[in-house]
């Protein structure tokens, strides 16, 4: 399976948006559910997210994983990412493969980079 950006950023933008704290599962509308677990799997072993991973039976897959809240780091990522700007001009610049294909740590700091930039332009530095 290939890592999918824009899922990705769906999924911690929903969790964010939350107005309590709470163990719901996340659906995200157009995504099999099956691959958004998969995707909540690898942001919580990445510490981006808090929750409980429960397995079914034999195939070793997450059945259900209940969401508390983004971590510290989860929610630096999304600062990143919900910039429309900054998220329009990364994928203007990579292909949703490249993106993919890129460590989240490298993925932040481009984003960082982005945002850091235009702060200081907003700032008139």
């Known amino acids: 399976m290939t890592r999918d950006m824009e899922l990705i950023r769906q999924i911690l933008l929903k969790i964010k948006a939350r107005q309590t704290l709470n163990l719901e599962p996340i659906e995200i509308d157009g995504y099999d559910r099956a691959i958004v677990m998969r995707h909540l799997e690898m942001l919580e072993n990445e510490h981006l997210i808090e929750g409980i991973v429960k397995y079914s039976g034999q195939d070793g897959l ?22 429309k700007s900054v998220w329009n001009t990364m994928k203007e610049k990579f292909s949703p493969s490249e993106l993919a294909g890129m460590p989240l740590s490298i993925v932040k700091e481009i984003g960082l980079a982005l ?11």
């Open 62 to 83: 997450p059945s259900l994983i209940s969401v508390k809240d983004m971590s510290w780091d989860g929610h630096n990522f999304i600062a990143v990412l919900e910039n």
């Open 115 to 125: 945002l850091k930039q235009a702060a200081l332009k907003a700032a008139g530095l």
